[in-house]
């Protein structure tokens, strides 16, 4: 089995910086596009940015210009700094990654998701 686990959320004031963290763990033979995705109150999941493991990224419009993905390969981990933070990023974060894994049976590859972490920004 896979396990993604996220940290760094927390409470910021609007105009400040977080780092958002995602360590992949478990019977893990590659791993190819990572990134991250928020979900609001009352709103759908969506895209934030993503990153394949030769480095080429894709940003929301929301995110463009002011968060930065990164991936340590090495660390099976990927990063999401984020600056200039508003009230409308506010969500909870969820690392996703595509991994190829062992399983009991087979070796196959599947999305996998973290259990999120909660971001909030005061105005």
């Known amino acids: 089995q896979v396990q993604l686990v996220e940290s760094g959320g927390g409470l910021v004031q609007a105009g400040g910086s977080l780092r958002l963290s995602c360590v992949a763990s478990g019977s893990i033979l590659a791993i190819y596009d990572m990134g991250w995705y928020r979900q609001a109150p009352g709103k759908q999941r969506e895209l934030v940015a993503t990153?394949?493991?030769?480095?080429?990224?894709n940003y929301a419009d929301s995110a463009k210009g002011r968060f930065l993905i990164s991936r340590d390969n090495a660390k099976n981990m990927v990063f999401l700094q984020m600056n200039s933070l508003k009230p409308e990023d506010t969500a909870v974060y969820y690392c996703?990654?595509?991994?190829?894994?062992?399983?009991?049976?087979?070796?196959?590859?599947?999305?996998?998701w973290g259990q999120g972490t909660q971001v909030t920004v005061s105005s």
């Open positions: 996703n990654a595509g991994v190829l894994a062992v399983t009991p049976s087979i070796v196959a590859k599947n999305d996998y």
């Open positions: 990153i394949a493991n030769d480095g080429t990224t």
